[in-house]
């Protein structure tokens, strides 16, 4: 089964500072990736989604900006954090093609992003 | 877009006891998910539903996918302390991308 890694698990950045949030995965291949955004006490936010190695889609206008240089990871960055990029970052997979249940999202840990 | 709809926000039980929650949405789904967060973790799934009016069953989890594909619901018998946490709801359609629309999340306390 899949596995998903994601690092680091809590950052404390200055505003105006650049952010750079990594998932990796292991145990599947040519998985779909998803980054989330979660504020405190709310639901999920789909941020990016990619479906291959240098295909990015934006499903919010942001700060933020996703790439994925490798098959199995996905990065989150930006050039200036705000305050309002405060929050609680998912990294998600599908299962790969190979799988007969290619729908089904799993979950990494998070990273607990605070801007001050 | 599409809007799942999970209430109340919170919900207080006594431990022991079922507990049974409803998700809604405007519009249809191919696919039912319910996940269970745990304070500073990530979403894990429960029970994924694939066909409407399907029945699935996770050990003290029942979660049904609606006839109409636009609603379902998850059920937690003889509750205990570490059923505690936030459900969501998701829903998918096929060919999107694998692209899940979720709802808010219901926070569960179990009293014990």
């Known amino acids: 089964s899949q596995t998903i890694h994601q690092w680091p698990a809590t950052l404390v950045q200055p505003v105006g500072s650049p952010l750079s949030l990594e998932c990796t995965v292991e145990?599947?291949?040519?998985?779909?990736l998803y980054w989330y955004r979660q504020a405190a006490g709310r639901g999920l936010q789909l941020l990016f989604y990619?479906?291959?190695?240098?295909?990015i889609s934006s499903e919010v206008p942001q700060n933020l900006s996703a790439s994925r240089p490798q098959d199995r990871q996905f990065i989150l960055s930006s050039k200036k954090l705000l305050l309002s990029d405060s929050g609680f970052y998912l990294c998600?997979?599908?299962?790969?093609?190979?799988?007969?249940?290619?729908?089904?999202?799993?979950f990494g840990p998070g990273t607990r992003l605070t801007v001050l | 877009g599409q809007q799942l709809n999970q209430s109340p926000q919170s919900m207080f039980i006594q431990e022991g006891e079922d507990v049974s929650m409803n998700c809604t949405s405007s519009?249809?789904?191919?696919?039912w998910l319910w996940y269970k967060q745990d304070p500073g973790e990530g979403p894990v799934l429960l029970i994924a539903?694939?066909?409407?009016?399907e029945l699935t069953s996770n050990g003290r989890l029942t979660a049904q996918f609606g006839i109409t594909r636009k609603d379902s619901f998850l059920n937690i018998s003889a509750s205990i302390p570490s059923d505690v946490g936030i459900y969501f709801c998701?829903?998918?359609?096929?060919?999107?991308?694998?692209?899940?629309?979720f709802g808010k999340g219901i926070t569960l306390s179990v009293r014990p």
């Open positions: 998600a997979c599908t299962k790969g093609t190979s799988g007969t249940r290619t729908d089904t999202q799993y």
């Open positions: 145990g599947t291949s040519n998985p779909n």
């Open positions: 990619s479906v291959g190695i240098g295909q």
């Open positions: 519009s249809i789904f191919n696919t």
């Open positions: 539903l694939y066909k409407a009016g």
């Open positions: 998701a829903g998918q359609w096929a060919g999107a991308n694998s692209k899940l629309t």
